[in-house]
T-cell receptor, first 111, second 112 residues
């Protein structure tokens, strides 16, 4: 079993839709959870992070962590064509430890 | 600030050739990382350096060597390239006790 699993997609939605992206993980010791966005032929950029369980909201983006289920989610409201990218979940044990990435979900938002 | 820079951007090698990928960061970060990204596999850690003078193996270190030349620079060397090393290589850096990694633009390597 891979340490972090993520549905690769591709996921295609119409503009304005609510998008739900998810990851599961196997190591219950993970404490830091991150979502990176990667545009085509670019390096990943941090979108959101969450420490331990709970929700975090930033504009149209909401990150959720459910440690009891070992499941994290990223919700995008009012999706825009500019949201079309690959979204990578990532997690680490501590704030200075190595980071383990999921394989990424490719998202296309159609105008 | 340039952030994280990588050279070259593209490279084609023949099997058995060697090359070094260069990475530099100007953010005074302690930790630096080398990843490879392949379709369906996500980012896999090759080597990392938690601080100047230290390096550690990641998930897929075979066929690679690294050098942390100073706090700014972290290079990745392929001694004898193989077609299985065809990939996109990303360098990243991270500040002390910070969660965010900053990535370079990547090097697209093809080994024929």
């Amino acid at each position: 079993q891979k340490e972090v699993e993520q549905d690769p997609g591709p996921l295609s939605v119409p503009e304005g839709a609510i998008v739900s992206l998810n990851c599961t993980y196997s190591n219950s010791a993970f404490q830091y959870f991150m979502w990176y966005r990667q545009y085509s032929r670019k390096g990943p950029e941090l979108l959101m992070y969450t420490y331990s369980s709970g929700n975090k909201e930033d504009g149209r983006f909401t990150a959720q962590v459910d440690k009891s289920s070992k499941y994290i989610s990223l919700f995008i409201r009012d999706s825009q064509p500019s949201d079309s990218a690959t979204y990578l979940c990532a997690m680490s044990l501590t704030s200075y430890d190595k980071v383990i990435f999921g394989p990424g979900t490719s998202l296309s938002v159609i105008p | 600030n340039a952030g994280v820079t990588q050279t070259p951007k593209f490279q084609v090698l023949k099997t058995g050739q060697s090359m070094t990928l260069q990475c530099a960061q100007d953010m005074n970060h302690n930790s630096m990382y080398w990843y490879r990204q392949d379709p369906g596999m996500g980012l896999r850690l090759i080597y990392y350096s938690a601080s100047e003078g230290t390096t550690d193996k990641g998930e897929v270190p075979n066929g690679y060597n690294v050098s942390r030349l100073n706090k700014r620079e972290f290079s990745l060397r392929l001694e004898s390239a193989a077609p299985s090393q065809t990939s996109v290589y990303f360098c990243a850096s991270r500040g002390l006790a910070l969660y965010e990694q900053y990535f370079g633009p990547g090097t697209r390597l093809t080994v024929t």
